[in-house]
Structures are given as C-alpha cells and as structure tokens.
C-alpha cells in the first residue's frame, strides 16, 4: 500500500490508509488509545479501541513520543476531532523506530532551550513546524530564483570552491593543505563569475558555498554560508544591476506568497509583502544625513559606512517615509570597497556599486566591476594588492571583455529578512560558526 501524505487524508474518508510519520502525542486512556501522528504535512489523530486487541493495545502503551511509526487503518469523518475533523482508525502499527526516552528536548514544547543547545541535536530541531517551512519557502525561493534566470536567458555556472591563491584580500580566507601546497577556499564566486563574461556567457548566476574566515559570533554571520551570485554584461551602470536584482526579488516574493504564503501568516505571524519596483535608492552621502536627521550617531570608525545600527535606523526611516522594506544603498567611497569595484568618471572617489538592506539588514552587495585592464591594475596596486596574486584574474580582462557587474546575496539572510526569523542559525540547515563544526 502506498503511504498517503498526512495533509491530504481528507481526499480518503472511507478508505483505508497508511501513514507514516511520529508520535507527536500519546494519550492512552481506559478504553481508548489516541495517537496524534505528524508528517511533514500535517499532523492527525490516530484511534485504538482497546479491546479491540489488548496485546496491540499494549503495545501502544509503552510507545515514547517521536517514535517513527507506519500505520495502517481507515479514514473516518469525526466533526468533533479537532485536528482537522477526521481521525484514523488504527489497523496495524509497525514501530519503525523507537525513540529513546527522555528526549534530549522537547521539540513541540512550550519552551525551547537556547539555540546552541538545540544546534546539538539540530535533527530534532528541524522537526519543528518553523524549521520546516523555513526550508520549504527555501526550495521555492531557489526554485522562483532559478524560474526568474532560465526566463531572462541565464546560464548557470558552478565554479570552483578551491582556489590556488589568496586572491580576494587576506583576512577572511580559509586556508588548507592540497597535497604538497596550500590552497584556500573561496570567499565568493567574484573572479569566476567575471571569468563566465570575459568568456561571453553575458548573463550567468550560482547557488553555491562560500567560505568566511571570519571569526565574529554575530546573529548575521556564518564561516560557510550559501551564496546567490549573479553577474550581467553589457551594462551602462550599476543601476542595470539593481534593475534586475529587484525584478528578481519581487518575482521571487510572489512565487513564496503563492506556494507559502497562508503558512507563513500562520506559524510567522507574517504577511508576506510582494514588494513594489523599484526600491527605493539613497546615495551613501544622502543615507548619513538620514542618520544624521533621525539622530543615529555612527561610530568615527564607520566614515563613509554603515553600522548594523546605522542599517537598521535608515530602514525604519524608509519604511516610515516610502512604506517600503527594502532600499538601496548606492556610491559607496572607495576606501571602503575592493579594488574591482568601477569609479565614478565624475568623482574617482565614489564607486559605482551598492548594498540592498532589507528590513533593516544588509543581504546584497553589488557593483559595476572594473573592466578595463589597465585601470584595474592601476586600482589593485592603490589598494596594496599584489599583482603576482591575481594575475591569473586579471587576464581575464586582456583580450576583450564586455563592461559588466553583479552581485552577492546571502541565502539565509534573505530567510531571516523574508519570515522575520532574528537569527541566522535558525535560518541554515546546519551552522558553520568559530565554535561549531559539528553535527
Ligand atoms: P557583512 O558586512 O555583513 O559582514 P559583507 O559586506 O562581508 O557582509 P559581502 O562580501 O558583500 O558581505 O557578501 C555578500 C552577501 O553575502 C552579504 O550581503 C550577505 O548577505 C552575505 N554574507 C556575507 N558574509 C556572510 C556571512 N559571514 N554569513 C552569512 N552571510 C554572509
């Protein structure tokens, strides 16, 4: 017999059924045994007579919740069930798994130990009903993502997570052993994705790990995370990639409100707002006389920067003005970007690059790349970094390269931003932190 999912038993009344799923509840009473059984799309109450089969009925007593369970029995209407109106009338019971006792923490209960607690038993954790839709919406969003590209004429591209040279900038790079040599692993796609436009792919995107050595224990930072990285050619400005960055989020937010969007009202308390285009922008200068207005002081060290204050000062200033979540950051100063990014022509201190803050936290960073070059060498060399490192990069750029740009987004910061989760642990299927490599 087929295993019917939980969530469509109603299209059943009258058959009979098997579920498979665990014992989220036991109540074992005289005459009656009630199972309240979950799977990953519903949850529903299970009915045993006793007398029916006291060495069943037995059985069922010594039964530890989130045991794995395979039921079979029939699908009757019951009104007064109040988990979905129907309930099943067990048949048989195999007890795939039985869970040990006590559970390390109860996943369903009132309260819930602290995350890192509940990282070590991250398994149950994500039985959850908000883990679980966290990473359903992740598998729509990918999937809208992807929908959003193959339209728009993208070609995906997996590049590779080892490199052979400290190419980005030193301080966040993971370093290894690669047989007799070092090797390191990449902090972002970046070189790679420019490779694809020098190579004429024009339009590219990947989803895929990025690698942070970066030893802060934020709410917001990962030492593995999954990026969404997409670069275009032929483009005037970083306006060009901020058009399609905000089409991209807005098909995305429709496609989750869609397939998710009742669900997430219910178990988020959220309602998932599509937003409008095009987000509002600021420049860098007319953001700190925002901050400036509103009273938010940055610290002296965050000249021609923003804070996590700073981000979440100027997001409410904005949805209180534009009744908008997101809003664009543009022309950051130079001392505060990498070497790639473009310059001005107008003001070579300014480039031409943003981040996207939404909800108050930064997901994107993006920019027009430097294509030209000599002007990139001249750029590199200004910021300290060493040509011998990324001569192999810079080739890219010697016999023809379109002007282009892109930009990195965050995976599981968009979650946090999209179901108003406050931290990013609960956001990724496993974290990768300074203190935790395992499960
Ligand atoms: P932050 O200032 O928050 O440390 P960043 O400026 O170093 O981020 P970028 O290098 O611009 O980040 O990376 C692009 C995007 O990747 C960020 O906007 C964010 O969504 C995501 N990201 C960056 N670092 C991390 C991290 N350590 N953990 C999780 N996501 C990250």
Not at 208 to 215: E, I, K, L, M
Not at 259 to 277: N, R, T
Not at 312 to 317: E, H, N, Q, S, T
């Amino acid at each position: 017999m087929e295993t019917t999912p939980i969530g469509s038993l109603r299209q059943h009344i009258g058959e009979q059924v098997k579920i498979q799923g665990w014992l989220q509840v036991l109540r074992d009473q005289k005459k009656m045994q009630f199972l309240v059984v979950r799977d990953r799309t519903g949850m529903v109450q299970v009915a045993f007579w006793r007398q029916s089969d006291p060495s069943l009925a037995e059985q069922i007593s010594k039964l530890t919740t989130e045991s794995a369970l395979t039921i079979t029995g029939k699908v009757v209407d019951n009104p007064i069930v109040k988990l979905g109106g129907l309930e099943i009338q067990l048949e048989t019971l195999k007890v795939e798994s039985l869970a040990q006792s006590p559970l390390p923490f109860e996943p369903f209960g009132d309260t819930l130990p602290s995350t890192d607690f509940r990282s070590d038993w991250r398994y149950l954790d994500l039985r959850r009903t908000e883990s679980l839709l966290i990473f359903k919406v992740q598998t729509t969003l990918e999937m809208a993502m992807r929908e959003f590209w193959v339209k728009n004429d993208f070609m995906e591209i997996h590049s590779p997570k080892i490199m052979g040279s400290a190419s980005e900038g030193g301080a966040e790079l993971f370093e290894m052993t690669y047989f007799d040599r070092k090797a390191y692993l990449a902090q972002s796609p970046q070189f790679y994705k420019q490779m694809a436009m020098a190579a004429g792919f024009e339009k590219v995107f990947e989803i895929g790990p990025v690698f942070r050595a970066d030893p802060s224990f934020t709410a917001r930072h990962m030492t593995e995370f999954t990026g969404i990285d997409m670069e275009i050619s032929w483009i005037d400005s970083h306006d060009d990639v901020m058009r399609v960055l905000e089409n991209l989020l807005q098909y995305t937010y429709q496609r989750v409100k869609e397939v998710h969007g009742d669900q997430i009202k219910e178990v988020f308390h959220k309602e998932l707002i599509v937003p409008e285009v095009p987000f509002p922008r600021v420049t860098m200068a007319e953001a700190h006389e925002i901050l400036k207005e509103v009273g938010y002081q940055l610290p002296p060290e965050k000249k021609g920067d923003l804070d996590p204050g700073g981000e979440r000062a100027l997001a409410k200033y904005i949805k209180d003005k534009y009744n908008h979540e997101f809003v664009y950051v543009i022309d950051w100063p130079i001392t505060v970007r990498p070497f790639y990014h473009m310059r001005h022509e107008d003001n070579p201190h300014l480039t031409k690059s943003f981040d996207l803050i939404a909800s108050g936290l930064e997901i994107v960073t993006g920019a027009q790349r430097e294509h030209r070059y000599d002007v990139l060498l001249r750029q590199a060399k200004e910021k300290g970094v060493s040509q011998e490192s990324i001569q192999f990069y810079l080739d890219f750029f010697k016999y023809g390269c379109p002007p282009h740009g892109g930009f990195g987004m965050g995976l599981s910061r968009l979650l946090m931003v999209m179901l108003d989760v406050p931290n990013i642990r609960e956001c990724v299927f496993l974290f990768r932190g300074p203190n935790r490599l395992h499960p």
